[in-house]
C-alpha cells in the first residue's frame, strides 16, 4: 500500500486509546492547550447543532453534560447557542469539583453567564434521578454530552435512566463525540446507548461508529477538525485496533487507466474457475463483473457439463470446459492438462463461486492454488476447500491471494469459536497470520492487509442483502487485479466502487429491488461520474 498517498487521501479510524494518545501529543509536545482543543470542538458542534436548530426562533436547547472532556464539549455548546439566542437548559450530575479541569472551567464561566442574564435563557440544572429530567420543559434540540469514548462497561443508574429519557423525546438528538453508551472501540451497545440523529466526533472517525451497532445509534456522522495535526492523527491511526477509510479521491487515484496502445491480452487476462451443474449463475456474475470494471479477456473455466449452459448466457466471455470424474467432480490431472496455457498466460485467477464442494473438486482448487504464481481471489466454494488447510494458505498466500468470506465462511475458517465482536482486530489477526488480504464482507465490509493495514468500507447500504452481490464482488476484485493493481487496492476499490454503485440504485430505486446484475449496469455511469474525472 502506498502509505504516503493514503495519508494525504485516506480518513483515519481511531479506537478511544489511540485518540488520547494524539491528543495527548498535542497538548503535551505541541503545546496545543486542553482547553482550546475544547473551545473548537464545542464550537464546531455548535455550528451542527445551529443547523439542526434551523432560523426559527425562540428555539430551547437540552444539554446532558458529564463532568469529563466529553461534558466540556457540551458546556461549550450550551455557551455559544446561548450566545445565538437560544433559550439553553444545561443538565449536570456532579458538582463542579469533580469535573475535568478544563470542563470545569467551561461550567463556571456557564455560571457566570447565567448569573448575569436578565431574560434567563440560560439555565442550569443539577440533577441526581431521570424522574428531576421530567421538570423540564420539550426541547427543540438535545443535545447528548454525558460521556465520551471511554466507556467500557454496561450504564448504570442513574446514567441508563437518563438514555432511556432521551431516547423517548420527540425532538433530534445531536451526540457529541460518540453516543452515549456506544462502545467506541467495537460500536456495541453496554447496556442502553442513545439513539442520536447525528453525531459530531471530534478529529477523527471513531471504530465504534462505523461498526456493530454504531451506524444504527449514531446517525449522520459529521467529523470536526480541533487542531490535531493530520500527522499526529495519521501516527495514532497506526496502533492495534485502528483502520483507515478510503474516500472517492483515494480510489480515484489508485485505479487503474488504460493505456491508448493497449490490446485485449495487455489489459487483462482473467481466468475466473467457477460454476456446477447446481450453481450456473454465479459464474456469469463473477466474469461478467471481470469484464466490465475493465479486465480485456476473460476466461470462464467452468465443468465441461455446465458449458453449454453458461454458453446461452455469456457472450462477452470465453468459455473452457474442464473435465469431470465420474462421481461428478473436475477431474485434476486433466483439467490441467486443458488449463495450462491460459495458467501460464494470466494476469489473475477467481476460483470458487458456484463450482460446489465436491471433494474431487476440492482436491482440484488446493492443486490449483498450490501451482497458481498470479495473484488470486478465493471465493465461495473456493474457501470452503481451504477449511481445515489455514497452514495451506499460510504457506501459499505469499501476500498475493484476497480471500473473500463473509461471516459464516469466515468461522468455517478460522473456527466457530472465533470472536467477532473487535472485528478491526480480528481482521487484523487473520491477514498477518495468514499472510493475505483478508476482505470480511458485511455491513460495512472491511479489507486486512498482510502489513496490518486495515480499510473500513465507506459505500454500499441494505441493497447489497441480495444473491449474487458477493460473486460480482469477486469478479470486480479480479479484474482489477488482472489490470495491475496489488491485492488490497484491488479489494478495497472493488469494494468502494461497488458499493457506490448499490448507492447509486438505491438513490433511484426501492433499495430492496435490487438484484446482483443491477450492480453491474449502474456501475459504468458511477466510475464515469465519481471516479474517472
Not at 431574560?119 to 465520551?148: C, F, K, M, Q, T
Not at 449463475?281 to 480485456?296: F, K, L, N, Q, S
Not at 482436491?363 to 497452514?391: C, H, K, W, Y
Request: hydrophobic share 45%; charged share 20%; net charge negative.
Amino acid at each position: 500500500m502506498d502509505e504516503a498517498m493514503r495519508d494525504v487521501l485516506a480518513e483515519p479510524v481511531l479506537t478511544a486509546q489511540a485518540m488520547r494518545t494524539a491528543d495527548q501529543h498535542t497538548i503535551e509536545v505541541l503545546g496545543l492547550p486542553g482547553r482550546v482543543l475544547m473551545e473548537t470542538a464545542g464550537r464546531g458542534a455548535a455550528a451542527v447543532a445551529a443547523r439542526m436548530l434551523g432560523t426559527g426562533g425562540n428555539r430551547t436547547v437540552i444539554c446532558l453534560c458529564g463532568r469529563g472532556n466529553n461534558g466540556g464539549d457540551g458546556f461549550v455548546v450550551a455557551r455559544v447557542l446561548h450566545a445565538q439566542g437560544a433559550r439553553v437548559h444545561v443538565v449536570t450530575l456532579s458538582d463542579v469539583s469533580t469535573m475535568s479541569d478544563d470542563a470545569a472551567a467551561n461550567y463556571r464561566l456557564l455560571v457566570h453567564l447565567a448569573e448575569a442574564d436578565p431574560a434567563h435563557r440560560l439555565l442550569l440544572h443539577r440533577i441526581e434521578s431521570a424522574a428531576e429530567l421530567d421538570r423540564l420543559p420539550l426541547a427543540d434540540l438535545y443535545v447528548d454530552a454525558l460521556l465520551g469514548t471511554g466507556l467500557s462497561s454496561p450504564l448504570r443508574t442513574p446514567l441508563a435512566e437518563i438514555v432511556e429519557w432521551l431516547n423517548t423525546r420527540e425532538a433530534p438528538i445531536l451526540a457529541i463525540d460518540i453516543p452515549t453508551g456506544l462502545d467506541s472501540d467495537t460500536g456495541q451497545v453496554l447496556g442502553v446507548a442513545v439513539r442520536a440523529t447525528r453525531t459530531v466526533t471530534m478529529g477523527a472517525l471513531k471504530v465504534g461508529l462505523l461498526l456493530g451497532e454504531g451506524p444504527k445509534y449514531s446517525g449522520q456522522i459529521e467529523v470536526v477538525e480541533i487542531g490535531i495535526p493530520r500527522h499526529v492523527l495519521v501516527q495514532a491511526a497506526r496502533q492495534s485496533g485502528c483502520a483507515w477509510r478510503a474516500t472517492d479521491a483515494t480510489i480515484r487515484h489508485w485505479l487503474p487507466h488504460r493505456a491508448y496502445e493497449a490490446h485485449k491480452y495487455s489489459a487483462g487476462l482473467v481466468v475466473v474457475v467457477a460454476g456446477s451443474r447446481e450453481f450456473t449463475g454465479a459464474p456469469v456474475m463473477a466474469a461478467t463483473a471481470a469484464a466490465r470494471i475493465g479486465a480485456g479477456y476473460v476466461l470462464c473455466a467452468c465443468p465441461s457439463g455446465v458449458r453449454p449452459i453458461l454458453a446461452t448466457k455469456l457472450t462477452e466471455v470465453a468459455l473452457l470446459g474442464l473435465p469431470e470424474t465420474e462421481r461428478g467432480g473436475i477431474d485434476q490431472e486433466d483439467a490441467f492438462d486443458v488449463l495450462a496455457d491460459w495458467l501460464e498466460r494470466a494476469h489473475a485467477l477467481l476460483v470458487g463461486p458456484g463450482l460446489g464442494r465436491h471433494p474431487d473438486t476440492q482436491r482440484f482448487v488446493r492443486s490449483l492454488l498450490e501451482r497458481a504464481t498470479q495473484p488470486v481471489v478465493i471465493d465461495a466454494d473456493g474457501l470452503n476447500a481451504l477449511v481445515g488447510f489455514t497452514d495451506f494458505i499460510r504457506h501459499h498466500a505469499r501476500g498475493q491471494w484476497i480471500l473473500t468470506p463473509h461471516v459464516g465462511e469466515f468461522r468455517r475458517l478460522a473456527g466457530n469459536d472465533v470472536d467477532l465482536t473487535d472485528r478491526v482486530r480480528v481482521v487484523q489477526q487473520y491477514a498477518r497470520a495468514w499472510n493475505c488480504v483478508l476482505l470480511l464482507k458485511g455491513m460495512p465490509s472491511l479489507v486486512g492487509c498482510p502489513d496490518g493495514t486495515v480499510w473500513i468500507n465507506a459505500t454500499g447500504n441494505p441493497a447489497l442483502a441480495t444473491a449474487g452481490t458477493g460473486d460480482i464482488l469477486a469478479g470486480l476484485c479480479v479484474g482489477l487485479l488482472a489490470q495491475g493493481l496489488p491485492p488490497d487496492r484491488a479489494a478495497l476499490c472493488a469494494l468502494h466502487v461497488g458499493g457506490a454503485a448499490a448507492d447509486s440504485y438505491a438513490a433511484q430505486y426501492a433499495p430492496q429491488s435490487m438484484m446482483a446484475m443491477d450492480l453491474l449496469r449502474h456501475l459504468p455511469q458511477v466510475l464515469q461520474e465519481r471516479f474517472m474525472t
